[in-house]
């Protein structure tokens, strides 16, 4: 069964759902400098340019929910603004990133085009409201804990202050302990209430809380859950990717490192036009 999700512009220049090619949302985990984010925005542009993906970039300014206080944590809001705005002046590209506070959506919502939502705040209404107020896309990253037939009330919290654009993120669900499992049938449930569904491949692979301080996770399964996610149907793929995932200061382990990507992103496109 084909379910024909509702469409709109995500972002400028980039549809979603109602049939449209699957998008991409890609970059690095979090700001670990100006450079840095500008070597990795140039690579993923050229990459999407070449495949015909529609590519929104995202990074994060603030890692709020790291296990340890003592872990990096990025630029902050303002740093982050400065670097947002320099992508936009050299590349012109859609950005999305995420807030962590009612405070900081304002700030956010001038400057990125779609606003993203953390998994661990998606029930917090203030905030989902907040997101809703700046006009932008919503992306509500799904809870690990959260049943795929509680996600009509976040998407209504969002509806009911005034966001008429959501989109629904799947990022694995909660296992037991330092494990996540991905529910393929519950982003059919999903889909079929007719709201866009993102898979994040990347995020679905942590072992959280696994390497003692620090999240773990298998990058060299996210390929194989986004092929997989691509044959159930969806309307877009996240993946956080990086040039050292090794020596990442944020997710690592679970980022898939730029020179693996055009191989994963090529299976998926062959596998998303089958579907």
């Known amino acids: 069964m084909v379910f024909h999700t509702l469409s709109f512009e ?3 220049g980039v549809r979603i759902g109602g049939g449209n090619p699957p998008i991409l949302i890609a970059g690095p985990c979090v700001i670990e400098g100006l450079e840095m984010i500008l070597r990795h925005v140039e690579f993923l542009v050229e ?3 070449k495949l015909g993906i529609p590519f929104i970039f995202k990074s994060s300014y603030d890692k709020a929910n790291r296990t340890s206080g003592r872990s990096f944590r990025g630029p902050g809001l303002d740093g982050g603004m400065e670097i947002f705005a320099r992508i936009k002046r050299d590349f012109g590209i859609p950005i999305l990133t995420d807030a962590h506070s ?9 400057l990125v085009d779609v606003v993203q ?3 661990f705040l998606c029930r917090q209404t203030d905030l989902l409201e907040a997101a809703a107020r700046t006009g932008k896309t919503v992306n509500i990253k799904k809870g690990q804990w959260l049943a ?14 005034g966001g008429e654009r959501v989109v629904i993120t799947e990022r694995g669900t909660t296992f037991g302990y330092n494990r996540l499992i991905v529910d393929y049938a519950g982003i059919v449930k999903m889909r079929s209430a007719g709201w866009p569904v993102i898979f994040d491949a990347t995020h679905s692979v942590q072992t959280p809380g696994s390497s003692g301080n620090k999240t773990g996770g298998d990058r060299t399964l996210a390929p194989y859950l986004a092929a997989a996610a691509a044959a ?7 993946v956080e990717t990086h040039e050292d ?3 990442a200061l944020s997710d690592g382990p679970n980022m898939i490192a730029l020179a693996s990507l ?9 596998i998303s036009k089958l579907s």
């Not at 009612?102 to 001038?110: I, K, L, N, P, S």
């Open 232 to 238: 159930v149907g969806i309307d877009g793929l996240f």
């Open 245 to 247: 995932p090794d020596n």
């Open 10 to 12: 995500i972002a400028p």
């Open 102 to 110: 009612v405070a900081e959506v304002e700030t956010v919502g001038e």
């Open 47 to 49: 990459l999407t340019g």
């Open 148 to 161: 795929p037939e509680d996600v009509p009330y976040l998407i209504e919290k969002v509806n009911n202050a």
């Open 262 to 270: 055009e191989p994963a992103l090529r299976k998926f496109i062959v």
């Open 117 to 119: 939502i953390p998994a």
